[in-house]
């Protein structure tokens, strides 16, 4: 018994498709280890300063871009400063979009939760900093722990960081409330044995669905304080920062592509078995 | 909307299809797109090694020397030894001097190793051993708790058991059979459940890829549909025709194919 492939792929493209021009909403269920990312940074008060790990390329974008539009977005609302850097060598594009795209919503009032925020202009250096790429992330993690200066004597616009107003007086992790890495592959978990292990920064992750069920040990010894696998996670995010954007609009898409692919499984395992008798009784 | 705006959009929502052709079968639409982007990935990294590492890191620092004193004159001398040891890489393309390459390379290693070595220990054995024990030795957790609960004593029972089921499964030295092929079969339950959990987050990957290029797609058509692009939507109207009779003339020729075969 044999089934083309290729109708499987065309299914779900006309399931997808289909939902996607579908216009409905699905819930969505907050985990305890999303709630626990949104809790911390929702507690930061104006003038803290976090760093954000943008450690993914276009190819997880679909994934891990909700999550830092949401956090980032919530930061900047909250007047709170924040440290960007990659360690993915295409990542650079991936913060510069969000910071742009984040500049502009940021300049309409808005009302997130209740709070109601005025809209106004974040300024390079004063309310952010971009320090931009580098290589090798073990090594990297390991100097910024000591210095952020000992990696990134400039930031990603050529700007030297002694001259950077947000800098001034921040030296290492030590002026970081928390540390919340966006990554796709291992970065993650030199996070977790560099940042963590080393300096003992608070980390959280959001990761890609591929890697969410390889963080949750992680999650369990406290080695992380929060997680958001793929984009439930983001989307469970979004509801938490009351900002709903492709990921909670992808939820419902994942709804009925999920089914038709358990339909697939079942009748699959129902072919595998048919064909097994078939052959016995032959 | 901006022209360049509109032609970006215009251009992504083309590769996006040429990629999916790829899924019928490999073509020249999904070579071009496959090509293009491994060719714009190195040709974009090769250009922020220089302006992201190479030049601040390495000819900033040297900045207060003079390149015809190759530098010796720089108060930060010792950025020339990594500079040295970078340089000295590049005696791989010589099969005559390629060992030369060998001596940055064991340096890095040495480095890497014993970094690596005693965190890597303490973040991802002793600390997951630690994790996997300490919910079974404190009394409270027992009570109180939901099974459910990842930090409640039954359930961690169940994961120190499993974790120890699990590596059983991998041990050879001793036949599975009588009681250890009970303790291997419940280590492939737990490996299956794992394996599970991580085909059930790849899927839900998968789809969230899928999904964000069909939402790509819808900001391509409203980019399009509006503002005054009547030429260039012309244009790709026509690209995008004839990828479509050739999607159909391929569609036809499968079934034509298939025919052919059952008849003989």
């Known amino acids: 018994m044999s089934f083309d492939r290729r109708w499987v792929f065309l299914s779900l493209a006309i399931v997808c498709v289909g939902t996607y021009l579908w216009d409905f909403s699905v819930p969505i269920t907050i985990s305890e280890e999303a709630r626990s990312i949104y809790d911390e940074v ?3 008060k104006e003038g803290d300063m976090i760093y954000m790990s943008v450690d993914y390329d276009p190819n997880a974008l679909a994934e891990l871009h909700p999550t830092t539009y949401a956090l980032a977005e919530l930061c900047f609302r909250k007047k709170v400063k924040v440290i960007f850097g990659t360690l993915s060598n295409l990542g650079q594009g991936m913060v510069d979009q969000v910071l742009h795209d984040i500049s502009d919503s940021l300049r309409d009032t808005a009302t997130y939760n209740g709070v109601f925020y005025e809209g106004r202009e974040i300024v390079n250096g004063v309310d952010y900093v971009f320090l931009g790429y580098k290589p090798y992330p073990a090594m990297v993690i390991q100097a910024m722990g000591l210095d952020f200066r000992v990696p990134f004597p400039t930031d990603y616009y050529g700007t030297p960081i002694d001259s950077i ?29 560099y940042g963590h292990g080393n300096y003992g920064v608070p980390l959280a992750l959001a990761v890609t669905g591929v890697m969410g069920a390889d963080m949750y040990p992680y999650l369990r010894s406290g080695q992380i304080f929060g997680l958001a696998a793929g984009l439930l996670g983001a989307a469970q995010l979004e509801k938490l920062c009351d900002n709903p954007g492709r990921a909670m609009d992808g939820m419902r898409i994942q709804l ?12 699959g395992n129902i072919g595998f078995l048919a064909t097994r008798k078939l052959n016995k009784l032959k | 909307m901006e022209w360049s705006t509109f032609l970006w959009t215009t251009l992504g929502a083309f590769l996006t299809l040429c990629t999916f052709s790829f899924l019928y079968k490999d073509n020249p639409f999904y070579k071009f797109a496959e090509h293009l982007v491994v060719g714009v990935s190195a040709g974009y990294f090769a250009l922020v090694l220089w302006h992201q590492i190479l030049i601040p890191n390495l000819f900033a620092r040297l900045n207060d020397g003079d390149w015809y004193f190759l530098w010796l004159n720089s108060a930060q001398l010792w950025y020339l030894i990594p500079a040295a040891l970078g340089v000295m890489m590049w005696t791989r393309f010589s099969k005559k001097k390629s060992w030369i390459s060998r001596w940055p390379i064991a340096l890095y290693m040495g480095i890497a190793a014993g970094m690596a070595v005693p965190r890597e220990m303490h973040a991802r054995v002793i600390e997951q051993l630690h994790s996997a024990m300490r919910g079974i030795i404190d009394w409270n957790n027992f009570f109180g708790s939901s099974v459910f609960d990842t930090t409640s004593g039954i359930a961690s029972i169940i994961i120190f058991l499993g974790t120890l089921a699990a590596l059983f499964y991998f041990f050879f030295s001793k036949e599975h059979s009588g009681v250890f092929k009970g303790i291997s079969s419940f280590g492939i339950w737990i490996l299956m459940i794992g394996f599970g959990a991580s085909f059930g987050y790849t899927v ?4 969230s890829l899928f999904v964000q290029r069909i939402q790509v797609l819808d900001d391509w058509t409203a980019v399009s549909w509006q503002g005054d692009h009547g030429g260039f939507v012309f ?20 079934f034509k194919n298939k025919g052919t075969t059952a008849e003989s």
């Open chain 2, 235 to 254: 244009f790709w109207f026509l690209v995008f025709g004839v990828f479509i009779v050739w999607a159909v003339f391929e569609i036809v020729k499968y």
């Open chain 1, 165 to 193: 107003p947000i800098m001034q007086g921040t030296k290492n992790f030590d002026q970081c409330k928390l540390v919340v890495d966006m990554a796709a592959g291992n970065v993650a978990e030199m996070w977790i044995t």
């Open chain 2, 204 to 207: 839900m990957g998968r789809i």
């Open chain 1, 42 to 44: 929702a507690a930061l």
């Open chain 1, 256 to 267: 009925f592509a999920h089914i038709l692919i358990i339909l697939f499984i079942i009748m």
